[in-house]
T-cell receptor, first 113, second 115 residues
Framework: AQSVTQLDSQVPVFEEAPVELRCNYS??????LFWYVQYPNQGLQLLLK??????LVESINGFEAEFNKSQTSFHLRKPSVHISDTAEYFC???????????FGKGTKLSVKP | DSGVTQTPKHLITATGQRVTLRCSPR?????VYWYQQSLDQGLQFLIQ???????AKGNILERFSAQQFPDLHSELNLSSLELGDSALYFC??????????????FGAGSRLTVL
């Protein structure tokens, strides 16, 4: 069965500092990987996805994630965070034959001035 | 606006009662998914429908049921409510069903409080 582990429940960081949110998954078959972001009192929004091809994927607001098959990881990184990046970030996985997503428990990113 | 519409946004009810949450998928999407988000369990997949048919089932309680109608909107029925059912319920939609490459678009959620 698939599962997703987000190793940090909370990550506090100062503005303009780099950040890495860690995500590991377990699956016996090929997977598709996603990061979603949830701002306070809002629904989930897709941040970026890995479906196939290049293992490094980027979002439009400066986040990137790298699919590492050998380490079964899909860590999210940003070289310089802004106050507006404060949100909860969810890593998710789906297997090739299924449409539903299995989510990790989320990481709350708190960016301080 | 994601294009996925959920009503009501907030709902307060008492234990033992029954409620219905409604979801209209994004235009063109045929699949609807229901998720429950609570502080202790995180985001849990409940159930998926594709073009009116049930496609996948997750951790959905027997007290809960769902359906997708011919116009593709979906309803999640929660009955014999307990305090522990208090949560945020999300609906998501996607174009297809069986491929893990489908991208899910989420609604803003319905917050249920059971007193």
């Amino acid at each position: 069965a698939q599962s997703v582990t987000q190793l940090d429940s909370q990550v506090p960081v100062f503005e303009e500092a780099p950040v890495e949110l860690r995500c590991n998954y377990s699956s016996s078959v090929s997977v598709y990987l996603f990061w979603y972001v949830q701002y306070p009192n809002q629904g989930l929004q897709l941040l970026l996805k890995y479906l196939s091809g290049s293992t490094l994927v980027e979002s439009i607001n400066g986040f990137e994630a790298e699919f590492n098959k050998s380490q079964t990881s899909f860590h999210l990184r940003k070289p310089s965070v802004h106050i507006s990046d404060t949100a909860e970030y969810f890593c998710a996985v789906s297997e090739g034959s299924q449409g539903n997503l299995i989510f990790g428990k989320g990481t709350k990113l708190s960016v301080k001035p | 606006d994601s294009g996925v519409t959920q009503t009501p946004k907030h709902l307060i009810t008492a234990t033992g009662q029954r409620v219905t949450l409604r979801c209209s998928p994004r235009s063109g999407d045929l699949s609807v998914y229901w998720y429950q988000q609570s502080l202790d369990q995180g985001l849990q997949f409940l159930i998926q429908y594709y073009n009116g048919e049930e496609r996948a089932k997750g951790n959905i309680l027997e007290r809960f049921s769902a359906q997708q109608f011919p116009d593709l909107h979906s309803e999640l029925n929660l009955s014999s409510l307990e305090l522990g059912d208090s949560a945020l319920y999300f609906c998501a939609s996607s174009v297809g069903h069986g491929s893990g490459a489908n991208v899910l678009t989420f609604g803003a959620g319905s917050r249920l409080t059971v007193l």
